[in-house]
RNA sequence: GGUGGAGUGGCCGAGAGGCGAGGCUCAGGACUGCAAAUCCUGCCACACGGGUUCAAAUCCCGUCUCCACCUCCA
């Protein structure tokens, strides 16, 4: 039996997850800034925490996992200016659409889901003691920064000397000491929200608010931190220095996502709205997306394509026709099992394209069991690939992708049976004509018919969605 | 300039010294009244040039191309 091993951005090696705290993890992943609508570059992001977490609860740890949500920013301040509303009101608006993207996709949400306009408080009480130990200054403009040159070690997560970067281009007139500090609070202009701190009114910087939630919700040192790979530099680096530098240990792994381009570029707002969530799922299921974005391992890049999504759809209705088909053969419910293979290939740096290779060759094995009427190899198959989906968060039968309404399948289920009644009539007098027409008419209403061994059966076709 | 990542079959996408992952597409076959579904078979790939080795997609050296980060970023 394997026991899970991560890789780890610090050691940039994968080394075995030994929790702080047996039988408990705790995580903390840089959440959204809210100030647009989601893309699946940031879903993809939560999506791949998301496994992990689902991954460790399996494994039995308790898990405490913490996901933000950065409602003050820049770009909030620019774009609900733009858009003739409160800054508040507008992170609101995409606060709300990140949680319905994460719901359409199955990404559960987080124990908790701090905003940092909630913690002021303690941003303060760590710049207090930022400054008190020397490390951070307010020169006089309500600005508070991060003294770089102060620190025991600085960039020892992206392994760069603080001489061999490029210069931050701050020019003659500006506070800081050295170009290379970076700002924990930013004093405000006219008309800009603020809170009062004792070195004057403002609004925290990014790096700040991530120390101070982590502090409150997961103590001084906790298991992972997650991000996309883009936070390694200055994001993750600064949180470090301010958490590490008033002695707190802080993360022990360090885990970050790939991206997911488009075009062979990272995804930015010059391409178009095309790849946001909500544009996707009106071709796609959230389950059909949820498996193409977490098909690829972590820590690869994905180029997004409308014919490699495609191809998940369509791989991944194999997969649930085949479930579907095997509890109407086997008449109960699914019983979701992990397979020795299954176990060790998530605890290889969840090694998720190992797993669907195991899922297409259970399909398999099923399939042909389904053709011997071999209900013991039925059942195993399936009950493992239940098991597997269920950790990646595609499980068909999960409610959470339960469609809304009333169930009306009993109902649809008879008057399907009705007109497939009249096909066999028509089949066994070998009138085939009529019974084309019947099938036909039932495609063009979405449904569709297979005639197995065990008699028809219906489905709910794919249809064209491009 | 600094720090990383990548180049695999028609497409997507794993692997990381030796038995050609898997998916999608396509072609052929079995089954079928015909379809569909399913199964079987085929399409034997690792950017380029050297080297190490009994053996290299995998290790080493060099070259080319692409991408990311270097104070807005998932």
């Known amino acids: 039996m394997s026991s899970l091993a991560l890789y780890n951005t610090m050691t940039r090696e994968i080394s075995s997850f030994v929790p702080l705290k047996p039988g408990q993890a705790s995580l903390y992943l840089c959440g959204a800034t809210v100030q647009g609508s989601p893309h699946i570059g940031h879903i993809r992001s939560g999506l791949n925490f998301d496994i992990l977490r689902r991954w460790l609860e399996k494994s039995g740890l308790e898990v405490t996992f913490i996901r933000n949500v950065t409602d003050i920013d820049d770009k909030i301040l620019q774009k609900a200016a733009i858009e003739q509303i409160p800054w508040w009101a507008l992170a609101a608006k995409y606060e ?36 008190d130990k020397g490390l951070a200054y307010a020169p006089g403009n309500a600005d508070v920064y991060m003294e770089v040159s102060k620190l025991d070690s600085y960039l020892s997560l992206s392994h760069q000397r603080v ?34 701190t004792p070195w004057g009114s403002g609004r925290p910087g990014w790096h700040l608010e991530c120390s101070a939630m982590i502090h409150t919700y997961l103590g001084e040192a906790f298991d992972i931190h997650g991000g996309g790979l883009d936070l390694i530099f200055p994001h993750h680096e600064n949180e470090i220095a301010q958490s590490q530098g008033v002695g707190w240990p802080f ?142 968060g595609c499980d068909p039968f999960d409610p959470a992708f339960a469609k809304d309404g009333a169930d009306l399948s009993p109902a649809l289920d008879g008057v399907i049976g009705i007109a497939l009644a009249q096909r066999q009539a028509a089949r066994d007098r070998k009138d085939f004509a009529v019974s084309d027409e019947i099938r036909d008419g039932l495609a063009d209403l979405g449904i569709a018919i297979e005639d197995t061994s065990q008699g028809p059966r219906w489905s709910f076709s794919p249809t064209e969605k491009w």
């Open 96 to 131: 709300r659409e990140f949680s319905q993207s994460y719901a359409a996709l199955n990404v559960a949400p987080p124990t908790y889901e701090p905003r940092a306009t909630g913690h002021i408080t303690q941003m303060v009480e760590l710049m207090t003691l930022l400054i």
């Open 163 to 196: 001489e061999d970067l490029q210069s931050a281009g701050d020019g003659a007139g500006s506070y800081k000491r050295s170009p290379h500090d970076f700002a924990l609070w930013k004093g405000a202009k006219a008309g800009e929200p603020a809170w009062s």
């Open 251 to 392: 993360a022990n792994i360090w885990m970050h996502n790939a991206w997911v381009t488009a075009a062979g570029e990272k995804m930015g707002k010059s391409l178009g709205n095309s790849l946001q969530v909500k544009a996707l799922l009106k071709k796609v299921r959230g389950i059909e997306l949820r498996w193409y974005l977490g098909g690829a391992h972590y820590r690869s890049m994905m180029e997004f394509s409308q014919v490699a999504l495609d191809d998940a759809v369509t791989s991944f209705r194999r997969i649930e026709n085949f479930l579907n088909r095997s509890v109407e053969i086997l008449g109960h419910q699914l019983v979701p099992t992990l397979s020795p293979d299954f176990v060790d290939a998530m605890n290889n740096d969840l090694a998720v394209p190992v797993v669907l290779a195991q899922i297409s060759e259970n399909m398999r094995i099923g399939n042909i069991a389904i053709a011997a009427d071999d209900r013991g190899k039925i059942e195993s198959s399936a009950n493992e690939i239940r098991g597997a989906l269920e950790v990646l």
